[in-house]
């Protein structure tokens, strides 16, 4: 009995020691890396780092899939495009959901719009999300009124649209959702204070195609 007594204080033991190791472990990888075998991952995953580039910086997350369906949960992403960004919308337009990967595109829900007001813009047009960019590819929101959000302003300001308009064909093709102007021609005037801010809510739907 006290053999018995014995080897079950140290099978208890072992049980909670890998209980605590599974209850506190972490993952910190660079890319790929192997879950191990106290838990079972599936699907995709890319996840990323908070990412700067010219007159840009984006939040993420990425999102991720698991599970084995095809679709990932609404998630969102937050761009802010500096004042010489926006001057440049028609030229360049600003990716705000990268590209899904070959197989998957980006389903826009909707998109807010923020400007941090120091000085209203001039001239310019209205702003749209286009999959690739306004010759590439079809809408991937409504139309972004600039009138009361980047010109005709005295204060900060918020729009709001919809995401993929209705019987919009989306690419079947690896594209972003870009920031562009609508018509060709750049704004004038802003500050260099001014932050224009994105938030888009999307979903990842494969498409296999």
Known sequence: MK???????????????????????SIDC?????????????GRWNFTNTRSSTNTT??????????????TGIVSRVTDISNAGVLALDGTPVAVVPAPG??????????????NYTATYTGGGDLRL?????????????????????????????NRVDGVPDNTDPPTTNLAVVLQRTTTGNFGGGHAANILRVVVHYRIVRTGL
């Open 102 to 115: 070959a197989g998957y595109f980006v389903d826009v829900i909707a998109v807010q719009l923020i400007l």
């Open 130 to 158: 286009y999959y690739g960019s306004r010759t590439t590819g079809n809408a991937a929101s409504a139309t972004i009124t600039a009138s009361g959000l980047l010109t005709s302003v005295t204060a900060d300001a918020i």
């Open 30 to 42: 660079g890319g790929s890396f192997l879950p191990s075998q106290n838990c079972t991952i599936s």
């Open 58 to 71: 984006t939040q993420g997350p990425i999102p991720f899939q698991v599970g084995g369906t095809d679709v």
């Open 3 to 25: 053999r018995l007594i014995a080897a079950f204080g140290i099978v208890s033991a072992v049980v909670a020691l890998w209980v605590t190791a599974v209850a506190t472990q």
